[in-house]
């Protein structure tokens, strides 16, 4: 009797530490930050929360508690939200896109974390919005910053890209001249990139060197072949950054 008198108080503190270390969560909060749309530059704005048990970030629960979109008067109520902190944020509505549908991918350059944010790949992010006509592209830019956050020290956020691109003539027919600049030495990949966020042709993955470099695109695709006009997009990675050029092919 008086062993167990002796362990009861201890068996009672053992399980109010295991509910306490369950049963802290904390909050932190994301906001997005100019993600500009490849049509006529709308932006979209929006922020949500990452709810989480200490030790276990991954397999947390987001939601959105505001978001306006461009071209839907849909928000957070009434959209459906996927949110995956290591790969993507997926927004949709149910039903036909041309008819007041929403499809919208923000893929992550990084893996969200408690403390830090991540720039969106502007290759593979793409919209597609319907209900007030129909509109389908990429991001011309993008960043998911961490707005706030609960039980943790703020971390500085990443520096916007410093590396620069730009195209001329704009609008061309049927060559132009993407120049880009580097601020440090680069292994650069530039792409061309369709409305739909298709690539169709690679041209360069190497070694640059700091400064100014240009390469000439002759609008075609990666076969050869003329691709049509219409607005295409040069995106340039270099290291962990990407810049965006829109441009116009006018045949």
Do not use: C
Request: charged share 15%; no cysteine.
């Amino acid at each position: 009797m008086s062993a167990l008198k002796t362990t009861f108080p201890w068996i009672i503190i053992s399980l109010i530490i295991m509910v306490a270390s369950h049963a802290h969560a904390d909050v932190v909060t994301y906001s997005l930050d100019n993600v500009i749309l490849d049509d006529n530059n709308a932006q979209m704005f929006g922020e949500f929360t990452w709810t989480y048990d200490v030790g276990d970030f991954e397999n947390g629960d987001g939601q959105f508690t505001y978001l306006d979109i461009p071209y839907t008067a849909h928000n957070h109520t009434d959209l459906n939200t996927t949110i995956d902190v290591g790969s993507s944020i997926e927004i949709t509505l149910e039903g036909s896109v041309h008819d007041d549908g929403v499809d919208i991918t923000l893929v992550l350059l990084q893996p969200l974390t408690a403390t830090s944010g991540s720039l969106i790949d502007l290759g593979e992010s793409h919209f597609e919005i319907g209900g007030n006509g129909f509109h389908t592209g990429i991001f011309l830019s993008g960043n998911i910053l961490l707005s706030n956050l609960s039980g943790v020290e703020e971390q500085p956020i990443s520096p916007m890209p410093t590396n620069t691109i730009t195209n001329y003539p704009n609008p061309f027919n049927p060559r132009t001249n993407i120049v880009f600049e580097l601020d440090h030495e680069s292994i650069v990949r530039l792409e061309i990139f369709d409305m739909r966020g298709r690539s169709i042709r690679t041209l360069t993955q190497s070694v640059h060197s700091p400064g100014i470099h240009s390469v000439i695109w002759d609008g075609t695709d990666r076969h050869g072949q003329s691709v049509p006009s219409g607005r295409y997009f040069a995106r340039m990675q270099a290291g962990a950054e990407i810049v965006t050029q829109p441009m116009m092919l006018v045949r």
